[in-house]
């Protein structure tokens, strides 16, 4: 049985911390300045305070991309295996600065998430989930695989979904939805269903995937191609609705 400690436990972090109260582990939490919504996540966990990082033998950090950085810099002194498993680059996930790191990256939902992991003790992390809905998987080679995986994978569903949220904002301004509707159903009869999951997903999660994008945009760029797809689809996010 291990100590984990699981920073900012928001749908798919609560759902990683069930995982690992089911497999028999103690999943630590900070209730400070947490939401009413954040107690109620995390009703299985217990309340470390601020004593969260002395107790734990593994953090988990799982939070907005944009948040990643200066999350992890509270945990400097941690001496227990720190995972972040966040929407980040691979150059941003080089920069958290802790003496024992591993890469994550998380795809799917809450109900069956793949967690990937890669880095030297990526194993032991694995390790944790053996007969729970999170399927873990070590990915062999860079030490920052899994921020990579997680970068291209998003880069298609998440961007091609803010392409489809733009089309539709442009059609109505035009007026011309209702005919591109049709055509939709005639020749490609899979977007109307993407179009209306992409503005259920974007109106709760959109502020969150705006910095998802960006993270994607400086992975693309790092390779020698352009980040603006991904820029712009943080732009689309980042619009009211």
């Not at 300045?33 to 995390?42: L, N, P, Y």
């Not at 009703?43 to 033998?57: E, K, Y």
């Not at 024992?100 to 069956?112: L, N, Q, R, T």
């Amino acid at each position: 049985m291990k100590r984990v400690g699981l920073l900012h436990p928001g749908a798919m972090g609560a759902a990683i911390g069930n995982a690992l109260v089911t497999a028999g582990h103690e999943v630590l939490w900070d209730s400070r300045e947490r939401s009413a919504d954040s107690a109620a996540r995390a009703a299985r966990f217990t309340d470390a305070g601020a004593d969260l990082l002395t107790r734990a033998d593994v953090v988990l950090s799982i939070c907005p991309p944009d948040q990643a950085i200066a999350v992890a810099a509270t945990a400097a002194a941690f001496e227990g295996l720190y995972v972040d498993a966040n929407a980040i680059a691979p150059a941003t996930a080089a920069q958290i600065a802790v003496p024992h790191y591993v890469d994550g990256g998380i795809i799917g939902s809450p109900s069956a998430p793949r967690l990937y992991l890669s880095g030297a003790r990526a194993n032991e992390v694995a390790a944790l989930f053996g007969g729970t809905v999170v399927d873990a998987h070590v990915l062999e080679g860079d030490p920052y695989s899994a921020s990579a995986l997680k970068m291209v994978y998003a880069a298609w569903t998440k961007g091609t979904a803010a392409m489809l949220l733009a089309i539709e904002a442009v059609a109505t301004d035009l007026g011309v939805a209702n005919e591109l509707h049709v055509e939709w159903a005639d020749c490609e009869p899979d977007l109307p269903g993407r179009l209306e999951r992409a503005q259920s997903a974007a109106a709760t999660k959109g502020w969150r995937w705006a910095g998802e994008m960006r993270e994607i945009a400086a992975t693309f760029e790092a390779a020698g191609l352009p980040p603006g797809f991904h820029e712009a689809a943080a732009a689309v996010y980042e619009q009211p609705r």
